[in-house]
């Protein structure tokens, strides 16, 4: 087998598909679509076609506000710096209130933020690794926070929080809820009419689509929110030339992955089982986070006795790519947040492994990595010092 890609929580390939649709914005309708000629005008039908499709993807309605950025770390930058500013201008407090297993584009940037003054609470989760509604009525009193972010799904165990619930709670203690969904979208369904949220963060490389750009949904009624400031694209909110190409192409990708959920969610989640099944006869393995409360491509395991780079190491080597956790934190040795969070002992978190498939892996792929994860990890046993 040439090489196997299981790293899909990282970054994804490019649907064919998308980049077909993509390839005429390049060469020939190049135009800025701010552009009064016909080389601007000619690219709006599509653009307005990629919208309807974002909005589709997640059930927003058309007074809404979806803002086409350039990844989800802006997307969740531009919500926390956003809301900061606008309690500036009010010269008044800001409390946010965040989980201890987000994403370092808001964890740092909360960790920013408290640098500046914030005040910011950073939630505990439970026994299952959950983020929950009597969590966060027990660290925050009523009328005290002004933001509540949790993210919808983790990056590196796949575990669901209960978004709703959390949303709810949040609204009833007079916060504003955003989520950053990264993970959900393509994976599990996501309507932000049902789930009531005022901010949600999405990334089209997660759902193949191109890296570099994403989408931050904004509901009608919500304090605005901006980072960047300049000319009139996206109705002032978030200026900048758009990059055509790739909303055309993130539009059609996530119709494309709402279109596929049910495959997600019936032979992605067959390949995962069956792979998470195998590594679970492996003597001494260790499976993070219940399997009925993760999205369907994930896997965050450990190897007793077996180092996860070394482990990965070795994976590489046999042409199949994973990672220790998410990809932004895969050159930091130390175990990163969500695994301390966990309170998992130093041994688990510094051996887990996270593998997450897509809907273009195939049968084959998954035999080949069970074949080759059974010899790597006997391999790195028989000369482990610490394992016996
Ligand atoms: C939950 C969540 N939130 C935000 C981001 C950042 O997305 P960008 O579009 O790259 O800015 C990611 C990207 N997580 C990758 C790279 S660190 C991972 O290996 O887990 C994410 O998973």
Redesign the pocket.
Known sequence: MERVYL?N???TMVDPKVKQAMDPYYMQQYGNPNSLHSFGTEVHPEMSIALDRLYEGIGAADEDDIIINA????G?NTVLQGIWSGKLKENRPFHLVISQIE????AHTADWLESMGVRVTRLPVDEQGLVTPEILKEHVSRGSADLVSI?W????TGLINPVQDLCRTAHDMGALFHT?A??AVGKIPVNVGELGCDYL?F?A??FHGP?GV?GLFVKRGAPPVSLLYGGEQMGGKRAGTVNVAYMIGMGLAMKLATDALDYENTKVRELRDRLEDALKRIPDTVILGRRENRTPNTILVSFKGIEGEAFLWDLNTNGIAA?TG????SEDLEADATLRAMKLGADLAHTAVRFSLSRFTTDEEIDYTIETIRKVVQRLRSISSTYS
Not at 71 to 74: P, V
């Open positions: 790293d929580n990282a970054t990844c989800a770390t802006e969740n994403h370092p584009s808001i993210m799904a983790n990056n590196e950053d990264v993970q963060t990334s490389h997660k890296k994403g990672s998410s990809a932004c934190s």
